[in-house]
């Protein structure tokens, strides 16, 4: 027996993502230089991170993965350590040749050629590069990761006002009936904050 078969003939359910917060420029530079400065902390503690929904969920507009072809998506914390831990989305820093770990990277599918940002916890800076090859083989995983840990709000709607020819408006808007609600995700702050205890 499906959810829908449960409902009222005006109400339907709703699944709605989470919006990224609002970040100004000045408060992304500051949240990407918290995470160059404490890359080593949260690596160290990434079962937490990864286990910790509030943790999880840390999203910023400054981490993506997408290409022109399939469009952006906006990678959550605990993505980022689930495709580091796999190896992906870590190259070697030109400075120092240590690892870097990407955390942002877009070009094109059908060339492989993609431009990225990346953190280097050895020189506490963020590297910008680019390779000639490999983009599909980091976008499919992201991708996959993503959808697998994507917290949407279930919500039952419930139709209201609507037109009729002969009476005009008719009917009274009615609230959306939260059925499942979401993760709020903790800012960068408090996670290090925790982290350090």
Request: some cysteine.
């Amino acid at each position: 027996m499906k959810e829908q078969d449960n409902l009222a003939e005006n109400q339907f359910i709703v699944h709605e993502e989470l919006p990224l917060p609002k970040e100004s420029q000045a408060e992304a530079r500051k949240n990407k230089q918290l995470i160059c400065d404490n890359l080593e902390l949260i690596l160290g503690n990434s079962d937490k991170v990864i286990n910790t929904p509030e943790f999880f969920h840390i999203s910023h507009e400054w981490s993506y993965i997408g290409s022109n072809w399939v469009g952006v998506r906006y990678i959550p914390l605990g993505v980022l350590l689930l495709l580091w831990q796999k190896g992906l989305c870590i190259d070697q820093c030109p400075n120092c040749s240590g690892e870097i770990y990407i955390f942002r990277a877009g070009g094109f599918v059908l060339s492989g050629w993609y431009r990225y940002e990346a953190i280097c916890p050895s020189c506490r800076e963020i590297v910008i590069g680019s390779r000639n090859t490999g983009l599909a083989l980091l976008i499919k995983p992201a991708f996959n990761l993503y959808r697998s840990n994507l917290q949407r709000k279930k919500l039952l709607r419930t139709r209201g006002p609507r037109f009729s020819w002969s009476k005009g408006v008719v009917g009274e808007k009615i609230p959306d009936k939260f059925l499942e609600d979401v993760v709020k995700p903790v800012n960068l702050e408090k996670l290090i904050y925790v982290l350090k205890k």
